[in-house]
């Protein structure tokens, strides 16, 4: 994998022509040769590449890429998992608010009710696992849903705050907006990745 450091150490701006090509160029590069090579232990290193080589690396690879690609979707799909890593208590209770909600994005998203901060954990490693050893569509489809019941929980606590603290709320209707365009990003990637063209 091209290292970004070494990209950023260049006088003057990366190409984005060329940003986006080592973008889609890696993304590629690390899905199907995970799913070529079948190993789990490469599937979960792979699953722990934040934790390995810090979200900056893996943001400088892919944060930019449109969301209807490749390296696009995995980008979401590692910064929901860090989310989840970092602040389970906080993913936990909006899981917990937005989960009646949504009743079939519970199933889609298969989370125990009701979730520890574990099973979260556990969802998001499994959602990773299956874009390297399973139906890629299906894994995106998981996130997407469960992006939309945490939205719901979001919006649902901002609208009991409103009143206390209308400033706190207005951040997590805008946070309920965003995890719902990535619901929706996500769902799209999937689509594009059944017909072939989730490049």
Not at 3 to 30: C, M, N, Q
Not at 92 to 115: F, Q
């Amino acid at each position: 994998m091209p290292d970004p450091r070494a990209a950023d150490e260049l006088p003057g701006d990366v190409d984005p022509a060329r940003r986006d090509e080592v973008a889609h160029t890696t993304a590629r590069a690390v899905v199907h040769r995970a799913r070529a090579a079948e190993d789990p232990e490469v599937v979960g290193r792979l699953v722990r590449l934040v934790e390995d080589e810090g979200l900056d690396v893996v943001a400088g690879l892919w944060a930019d890429a449109a969301p209807a690609t490749l390296p696009g979707a995995l980008w979401r799909l590692y910064a929901l998992r860090e989310w989840v890593r970092r602040d389970p208590r906080t993913v936990g209770l909006r899981y917990r608010l937005g989960v009646d909600v949504a009743p079939v994005a519970e199933v889609v998203a298969g989370v125990p009710r009701p979730p520890s901060p574990d099973d979260l954990r556990a969802l998001a490693d499994t959602v990773l696992s299956g874009v390297f050893a399973g139906d890629l569509a299906v894994a995106l489809e998981r996130a997407a849903a469960f992006c939309r019941i945490l939205a719901a929980g979001a919006a649902y606590d901002a609208d009991a705050r409103e009143v206390a603290d209308p400033d706190g709320a207005a951040r997590m209707t805008r946070g309920a907006a965003d995890l719902v365009g990535t619901a929706t990003e996500l769902e799209h990637a999937a689509a594009l990745w059944r017909t072939g063209a989730l490049d």
